[in-house]
């Protein structure tokens, strides 16, 4: 079977899309969708550096640094986020898929690349609304209403765990749906071992954001 891929339609109806994919001989279009989605992480990650957000160590040198030196800081922060955009695509569609490949009884590889293109969609989205939030309410990324961050920060102090439980979402609720229908639909692999690798999967990458966060590293997670 051959079919072009069509990563909004696996967003929209998961199982059709999913099942499509499990029968496609050759995935058509695979590369352009590959490249698609680093062009599109690269632009998000972009364009919230072109609002500054993220750049609140940078502003407090702003007194030290010559006006030169400080146009120069802020070039050189965006490039790095543009570099982070491209970095943050590859981790997502190639080291997550190659973890749940090693659970897989006949999944494709590039099948399980093309499902964390659709996890990558989602996490490009949640990207998005720090834009507003950060903007409008002067909200950083793990206090955002639609996290476990808010809650966490009545709870404790410890900035570590309010960062790790600012990490999971709603849109990690629909990573989560969206990696099980793809691992379980591509590898015919037992529910309690998707869910196993999926879980711990994401735990790694949300421990690796807030460990970034802790150490006041700009994350990429």
């Given at each position: 079977?051959?079919r072009?891929?069509?990563?909004?339609r696996?967003?929209?109806?998961?199982?059709?899309?999913?099942y499509?994919?499990s029968?496609?001989?050759?995935?058509?279009?695979y590369?352009n969708?590959?490249f698609s989605?680093?062009?599109?992480?690269?632009a998000?990650f972009?364009?919230i550096?072109?609002f500054?957000?993220?750049?609140g160590?940078l502003?407090?040198?702003?007194?030290?640094?010559?006006?030169t030196?400080?146009e120069?800081?802020k070039?050189?922060?965006?490039?790095?986020?543009?570099?982070?955009?491209?970095l943050?695509a590859a981790?997502?569609?190639?080291?997550?898929?190659?973890?749940f490949w090693?659970?897989?009884?006949e999944?494709e590889y590039r099948?399980?690349?093309?499902?964390q293109?659709?996890?990558l969609?989602?996490?490009?989205l949640?990207?998005?609304?720090?834009i507003?939030?950060?903007?409008f309410?002067?909200?950083e990324?793990y206090?955002?209403p639609?996290s476990?961050?808010?809650?966490?920060?009545?709870?404790?102090?410890n900035?570590?765990?309010?960062?790790?439980?600012g990490?999971?979402?709603?849109?990690k609720?629909w990573?989560f749906?969206?990696?099980y229908k793809g691992?379980?639909r591509?590898t015919?692999?037992k529910?309690?071992?998707?869910?196993?690798?999926?879980?711990f999967?994401?735990l790694?990458?949300?421990?690796?954001?807030a460990?970034?966060a802790?150490l006041?590293?700009s994350t990429?997670?």
């Amino acid at each position: 079977m051959y079919r072009e891929v069509r990563l909004f339609r696996g967003l929209k109806h998961p199982s059709i899309f999913f099942y499509q994919l499990s029968e496609m001989e050759e995935i058509k279009g695979y590369k352009n969708r590959i490249f698609s989605l680093f062009f599109l992480s690269i632009a998000v990650f972009g364009l919230i550096s072109s609002f500054g957000i993220g750049m609140g160590s940078l502003s407090n040198e702003i007194i030290k640094l010559t006006p030169t030196s400080f146009e120069l800081e802020k070039f050189l922060f965006f490039l790095g986020r543009l570099i982070a955009g491209g970095l943050y695509a590859a981790i997502m569609l190639f080291f997550s898929s190659l973890i749940f490949w090693t659970i897989s009884n006949e999944g494709e590889y590039r099948k399980l690349v093309i499902t964390q293109g659709l996890v990558l969609i989602i996490l490009l989205l949640e990207k998005l609304t720090f834009i507003p939030m950060s903007l409008f309410y002067s909200l950083e990324w793990y206090s955002s209403p639609l996290s476990l961050g808010v809650i966490s920060q009545y709870l404790t102090s410890n900035s570590f765990v309010i960062y790790l439980l600012g990490s999971f979402s709603l849109f990690k609720v629909w990573v989560f749906y969206i990696q099980y229908k793809g691992i379980k639909r591509l590898t015919n692999q037992k529910n309690w071992i998707i869910w196993l690798v999926i879980l711990f999967t994401n735990l790694f990458f949300w421990s690796l954001n807030a460990l970034l966060a802790f150490l006041n590293i700009s994350t990429l997670i």
